[in-house]
């Protein structure tokens, strides 16, 4: 009985993750999406205030540095990796009750 709980835990899980990364990746890329109005506004941004790209830029620069030197390893544990898999297993389980109120 345990194992069919971790099995369909895992299934759950799985679903929600991939129903998150669809409806963020739809959200992103659609027309007039995030991903459009994000780079409009960065670039209205870029244009009025020049140096509002170096703080953006600077973060970037040490958020890569962190994760290639693994100092965002914990405990020998990618605590940024779970953050991520819990994210967009949240946004899964929003979007699968969104689509129930629409049902």
């Known amino acids: 009985m345990n194992k069919v709980l971790?099995?369909?835990?895992s299934f759950v899980a799985l679903a929600l993750i991939l129903i998150?990364?669809?409806s963020v990746s739809f959200h992103l890329?659609?027309?007039?999406g995030w991903l459009e109005q994000m780079a409009g506004?960065?670039?209205d941004a870029q244009i009025e205030h020049p140096l509002i790209m170096t703080?953006?830029?600077?973060?970037?620069?040490g958020l890569g540095w962190a994760c290639l030197t693994g100092h965002l390893v914990i405990d020998?544990?990618?605590?940024?990796g779970d953050l991520v898999v819990f994210a967009l297993m949240l946004v899964g389980g929003y979007y699968v009750h969104y689509w129930m109120q629409l049902i």
């Open 6 to 9: 971790k099995d369909l835990w």
């Open 20 to 22: 998150g990364i669809g």
């Open 29 to 32: 890329l659609k027309t007039d």
């Open 41 to 43: 506004k960065l670039w």
């Open 55 to 61: 703080p953006i830029i600077l973060g970037a620069l």
């Open 76 to 80: 020998g544990k990618n605590r940024l």
